[in-house]
DNA sequence: TCTGGGGTCCTAGGACCC
DNA sequence: TCTGGGGTCCTAGGACCC
């Protein structure tokens, strides 16, 4: 593959930030969003705090101010209040983050068209063509553009990073947080990179990174001198060949303009475990309303699903799924009720359950001739079939 | 007071077909 | 009666990401 220039933009404390547009008086003061429901404030305060806040959820979101009291996104509301009881708390709006997803997108694409969707706050931007032959200098002032047209389009900050594949720019867009651009050509892989650890890599998560450390394995420079047999005997063919790519900063994925979604799903934890059998009816009441909810979503994206699956948490967080193809897709409620009421006969009920869920896979557009044998024409008889 | 909700991808075994 | 080597689809679980 030739050399290319590609980008990862990523926005800064996202949800948070949008938030502090609506209520400015909150800036510079440790914000986080998290929770379903809006908690009413005490008396004479505009705003609650972690420490008003009692249920089951986490953060989505916390301003650097927030972080500096240990606080993180996915830490449970309770335990971050812990932490930092007077952090300001704020439920997530989503539709609003939605608004300024597509405003800062769009403001990409009018100077490099070339987007990869990673979700709400972050991008990938092929940049290679924009920046021709006119290396690292152009590839700035690039940065520098997309900041500003960000900043213009939402009143929001982003950090980016530049360097020859997806890999290396995703963990280049962390390594200056907040506001910053950081471009990293190949030759500097082993300065740049090697000295982190390991678990910057998009790709090692905690279980990866806990048996790369009982290896002794710490930084990245490690991980991309150990011994390959090692790695493999830990790790398994494919993902050993991986890990070794990675930590060379090796990636060949192309920036993808476009995606079909290949699932849709509705879940949702309980304020407190429901009894399988105390709780029927309330169950029964959710777990239909789950299956129309997502009948809702597969209308409005125009698809039909095949594959009916339920999920099930039991209150000591083990969690089970059950799938369940059906004969033709299936957009109907009704239908998606009663595969995933199936699945559910299939599961055992010996214990109160925490969360519920619904998923449909198996895509298709309606309309779509799906490739199935029976659509396939009947071939010669050959030689190499059986008598 | 532990641990949200929406996704993707991979693995592995079994059924079934050629 | 025994022996193969693909391939695809289905299912369950798990790692990981935002």
């Not at 938030?19 to 505009?46: D, K, M, T």
């Not at 972690?50 to 009291?69: C, F, K, P, S």
């Not at 539709?95 to 969707?117: G, N």
């Not at 963990?171 to 030759?187: C, H, M, N, R, V």
């Amino acid at each position: 593959m030739p050399d290319r220039y590609i980008a990862h933009l990523d926005m800064d404390a996202f949800y948070a930030s949008v938030e502090l547009l609506r209520y400015p008086q909150l800036r510079g003061q440790p914000l986080v969003i998290g929770g379903r429901r809006r908690i009413a404030p005490p008396a004479g305060q505009a705003f609650a705090r972690l420490r008003d806040y009692t249920g089951r959820g986490v953060i989505t979101t916390a301003t650097y101010e927030a972080r500096a009291y240990g606080v993180h996104s996915g830490m449970g509301l309770m335990k971050a209040a812990k932490l930092a009881p007077d952090t300001w708390l704020l439920p997530a709006d989503f539709e609003q983050y939605r608004r300024y997803s597509r405003m800062f997108k769009e403001a990409v694409r009018t100077i490099a068209p070339l987007v990869e969707d990673r979700g709400i706050d972050e991008i990938y931007i092929d940049l290679t063509e924009l920046i021709g032959d006119d290396g690292w200098g152009r590839a700035r002032e690039v940065a520098l553009q997309l900041q500003t047209a960000v900043r213009e389009a939402t009143g929001l900050s982003c950090s980016l990073g530049i360097t020859p594949n997806k890999l290396l720019s995703k963990i280049a867009s962390e390594l200056d947080k907040p506001g910053g651009i950081t471009l990293i050509a190949q030759e500097d892989i082993e300065e740049r990179i090697w000295p982190l650890a390991a678990r910057k890599i998009n790709g090692i998560g905690p279980k990866a990174n806990a048996k790369l450390q009982a290896l002794g394995i710490n930084t990245i420079g490690e991980l991309a001198t150990a011994d390959a047999a090692l790695l493999v005997k830990h790790f398994g063919k494919n993902y050993a060949a991986w890990l070794a790519d990675a930590a060379h900063g090796r990636d060949e994925r192309v920036v993808k303009i476009h995606s079909e979604p290949k699932s849709i799903s509705r879940e949702t934890t309980f304020e407190d475990d429901l009894h399988p059998v105390r709780d029927r009816e309330r169950l029964s009441q959710i777990f239909t309303d789950l299956c129309m909810r997502v009948a809702d979503d597969l209308k409005r994206k125009g698809v039909l699903g095949k594959t009916i699956g339920l999920k099930l948490r039991y209150d000591n967080f083990k969690t089970v799924t059950r799938d369940r193809t059906i004969e033709a897709p299936t957009g109907d409620a009704k239908v998606i009720r009663r595969a995933a009421g199936e699945c559910l006969k299939r599961v055992p009920l010996d214990r109160r359950i925490r969360l519920l869920g619904v998923r449909v896979g198996a895509l298709s557009k309606p309309g779509a001739v799906v490739a199935q044998k029976a659509t396939m024409p009947p071939r010669e008889p050959s030689l190499f079939d059986d008598a």
